[in-house]
């Protein structure tokens, strides 16, 4: 079945630790896209990818990076710059825009990182 | 900017009461309009999009949602609520063109179902 996989699930992590996210498709979606979401506030853009060896800042990119080698795989590194990166974090995908896309996000299951 | 309000944080309905949930939107053309689902320490599930044409649109799961133009609003509704349907729902807008493509949201609406 075709769809986002995202782990591990759970992620603890002290303080001063650089953490990755894994996110890999097999919908073969040229665009990828990270979340992050917290109780209240919605969900927030981190980065997004449009094709490989491309990405772009969301709206709260600082203290995370990201890479786009494959285009089923962009994984997401929580820095230590990162203040306050306990969160639930979304993984999500789609076409690219003009290319037969219709609009939505297909999600990952999440990963929710807790920092200790 | 585009950007997304749902004014309710919470609400809780009966089992078998009419639903409905508020989104307004701010956007300068043809918004293109979204609604998901989450279920707790999931992820998000499509109910429903609006692109162009009949401004009342079918989901799954028995929801719909009308596009209303002059109310920048894009209400989600559900004539009879099962308990199943507890989840936090949220409301997107799509911003495409160019570089652009991703999806703006809403803070959610969290909803409880009472027996």
């Known amino acids: 079945d075709g769809g986002i996989t995202q782990s591990p699930k759970y992620l603890f992590r002290k303080e001063g630790q650089n953490v990755t996210l894994s996110c890999e498709q097999n919908?073969?979606?040229?665009?990828m896209y990270w979340y992050r979401q917290d109780p209240g506030q919605g969900l927030r853009l981190i980065y997004y990818?449009?094709?490989?060896?491309?990405?772009q800042k969301g709206d709260i990119a600082e203290g995370y990076s990201v890479s786009r080698e494959k285009k089923e795989s962009f994984p997401l590194t929580v820095t230590s710059a990162q203040k306050n990166p306990t969160a639930f974090y979304l993984c999500?995908?789609?076409?690219?825009?003009?290319?037969?896309?219709?609009?939505?996000?297909?999600f990952g299951e999440g990963s929710r990182l807790t920092v200790l | 900017a585009q950007s997304v309000t749902q004014p309710d944080i919470h609400i809780t309905v009966s089992e078998g009461a009419s639903l409905e949930l508020r989104c307004n939107y701010s956007?300068?053309?043809?918004?293109?309009l979204f609604w998901y689902v989450q279920s707790p320490g999931q992820g998000l599930q499509l109910l429903l999009k609006?692109?162009?044409?009949?401004?009342l649109v079918q989901g799954i799961k028995g929801f719909e949602a009308e596009f209303k133009r002059s109310q920048s609003s894009f209400n989600l509704r559900k004539p009879s609520v099962h308990w199943s349907d507890a989840a936090e729902y949220f409301c997107?807008?799509?911003?495409?063109?160019?570089?652009?493509?991703?999806?703006?949201f809403g803070t959610g609406t969290l909803l409880a179902v009472q027996p």
């Open positions: 999500a995908s789609n076409r690219r825009w003009g290319e037969l896309n219709t609009g939505e996000l297909f």
């Open positions: 919908l073969n979606h040229d665009a």
């Open positions: 990818s449009q094709i490989v060896n491309d990405f």
């Open positions: 956007y300068g053309a043809t918004p293109y």
């Open positions: 609006y692109f162009s044409g009949d401004t």
């Open positions: 997107a807008v799509g911003a495409y063109g160019g570089a652009t493509n991703k999806l703006i």
